[in-house]
């Protein structure tokens, strides 16, 4: 499964998501469950930061400021002197 899915449905996750580009989650066969949930602000507050997409404002972000693990599955974070989990 997707990692939206293994979070949420096998850990029991409370999910969020942030996308500049992409409001809501749009219906595809791949994220059906899934399809209207809003993007939600930037929030420094969460446990767990999963990066699945690069673009480019992405990195503006004080990552280096979150006390909470990261897993970059695109490399964004090898730019940066930052504490990451390259997935």
Known sequence: GNIWNIL???YGCLVYYHDPHIPK???TR???SFEGVKSVPFDPSYDLYVIITDH???????YADLNSPIVDTRGL????????IKA
């Open 8 to 10: 949420e449905y096998e």
């Open 25 to 27: 989650v749009p219906s």
């Open 30 to 32: 791949e994220n059906k």
């Open 56 to 62: 480019d404002e992405f990195s503006a972000y004080e």
């Open 77 to 84: 974070t090898r730019r940066m002197d930052i504490k990451s």
